[in-house]
């Protein structure tokens, strides 16, 4: 059956696209849409037109399976020129999204109606591209400059009302009545005998203030910064303002095409797919039986068990929470209203929401109260023989069948299921902090983790908004465990002459939002120390015991003002050559080449070390793990795929170059070295 098809409704020509589950723009529906204009102009009975997507969306963008395949015509931006150059009107009706390719094809329509709960957007800035259809040229003479700068630049798709006001939309139609209402608009302009014509429209664009980008460019700085497409869109919908409609064509296929053969978009499109590949766990059935997850317990009320607790709250699921005393546990239930008061302020809840929410969770100070839920997580110190008791005694209490989870950032979950009587119902669910923001979810399987245990976490983890991938039970996991290395080699660089500030600088450079001794110090230099205890036997040591303890007193690597301002401190660097001196070190200039690649180079290797032993699944499960827990820059493509880029022979090399000054701990991956003889990559 063809995935477009037509049908009459009086004068109307209704052109539906039915390529489940998207309407994904792919080569069946473009040439279906193609043939339907031809049909409609070579009938004179016929009026107007109406284009319509069943299922649960208009059109969603491109179909991706054809992302690197040779094209087939006609080609998008063809399509949509014929839609526009109809003599006969042309109705979008819009449901679910337009987005990318389907607003494409929405401005190339005369028309555009749309249900209330409709979103619009061209995101192919998020794949290191810009819109190749025409978009970046129509947009802004529909709905002027300013207003479609934001859309272009930042890919988030805007509401159906915000595309009103804008005029994107000509009218909001009834939710359950899209296809009559858009056949009853369109009989309503078709007797009009002059239709919009979104490339020949200068309304919106005439007058327009030149200096409009370049304010664009400062108030987005940031967000921006490191990113090569935000840039070419704004010069493509520059060109829509100083060009006419054919020129600024074009420029747009000038710029796309420079984009989609540069390293950042493949670096972008390689985490889209790296993210739906870390959906398909090896050895579960597609059709496993999921746990039903009704009721979550959370066992601690502090910063990590409130925010996790956010999460099933957020995605209306019951809470039970427990804390052992009356006081932290109102100060983590107060904390949690705290958050969603503030969220409501920036309006992105309703009060009813924010109350909705909170009258989900039941604080407690009983352990009793856990025994009915589906899904226990703990939420306690990182400390072993806690975690063993806690979980000896959950198994007493929850009910047969429940799902035990740790939320443990190093600790060995088999070593913890072991002291229950259901070690095939014990998981770790790996949350990072700040729990209710972060997307990250790393889901850890024990060796006797149970196949529908592990894939219920999974579909749990979609549901709450997380990207979840599967780890293996090692030390520190995925994300952790790499991240071992390069401290290790922050540490000895500045033992060996490399100032701390200097180590840090180069990873800013390299697009981490912060360097090691930039998060050592917001973490807390003290975190895990002891006063009683400490030896001065390393650089925290000394750093505690002169009351440096990082942010939270203003005084550790950097020196803090009242606005967390940094500046290297002095002292700081007199520590550190004194101890050098006394460890044995020679200090030396280092040059910022050797600083990257002693930082990186170790977490590539130990990335391969991790796929060595079956932690991860694949390469690019390490990639996601890094981008979206750890700050890793996303147009990078992850240290996996960053390596890939660079070379793995150059990557050895590099190691083998720089191991006489590197940590005595440094292990060589075979895996990479065999990779680099054969010139081959992690990912394929």
Known sequence: MPVVTTHKDGDVLVVVSDNPPVNALGAAVRQGLAEAMKTAASDDSVKAVVIVGHGRTFFAGADITEFGKPPVEPGLPEVVDLIEASAKPVVAAIHGTALGGGLEVALGCHYRVAVPSAKLGLPEVKLGLLPGAGGTQRLPRVIGVEAALPMIVS??????????????????????????????????????????????????????DPGVFDRFRQENARRLKGFEAPEACIQAVKAAVDLPFAEGLNKERELFMKLVSGTQSAA???????????????GIAADIQLIPIKKVGILGAGTMGGGIGMNFLSAGIEVVMVEREQAPLDRGVGV??????????????????????MAKLKPTLSYDDL?????????????????????????????PGAILASNTSYLNIDQIAAMTRRPESVI????????????????????????????????????????AVVAGVCDGFIGNRMLTPRQREANKLILQGAPFDRVDQVLLDFGFPMGPFQMADLAGLDLGWNKETS????????????????????????????KRNRTPSPEVQQIIREFAAESGEDQREIGDQEILERLLYPMVNEGALILEEHMAQRASDIDVVWLNGYGWPAWTGGPMFWADTVGLGKVVEGLEKNAPHMDKAFRMSALLKSKAAEGGRFNT
Not at 167 to 182: F, H, K, N, Q, T
Not at 372 to 391: G, H, P, Q, S, T
């Open 268 to 282: 972008l499109r390689h985490n889209f797919f790296a993210e739906r590949a870390a959906t398909k766990i090896d």
């Open 155 to 208: 890919g988030d798709p805007i509401s159906a009302k915000t595309a009103e006001a804008a005029g994107l939309i000509d009218r909001i139609v009834g939710e359950g009545s899209l296809e009559p209402d858009a056949i009853a608009f369109a009989r309503e302009v078709a007797s009009r005998s002059d239709h919009p014509v979104s490339s020949k429209r200068t309304d919106k664009i005439s007058g327009t």
């Open 428 to 467: 770790g669910l790996h949350f990072f902090s700040p729990a209710n923001v972060m997307r990250l979810l790393e889901i850890v399987r024990g060796a006797r983790t149970g196949g529908a245990v592990l894939a219920t976490c999974m579909a749990l983890a979609k549901k709450i908004g997380k990207i």
């Open 371 to 399: 025994a009915d839920c589906d899904l226990v997580i703990e939420a306690v110190f990182e400390n072993m023989d806690v975690k063993k008791e806690v979980f000896g005694r959950l198994d007493t209490i929850v009910k």
């Open 336 to 357: 949690i209203r705290k958050n969603y008061e503030n969220t409501a302020k920036r309006g992105r809840l309703t009060p009813d929401q924010v109350e909705g929410a």
């Open 535 to 562: 030896k001065g036997a390393s650089i925290r040591d000394l750093l505690c015991e002169r009351d440096r303890r990082g942010q939270k007193n203003g005084r550790g690597f950097y020196d803090y003002d009242e």
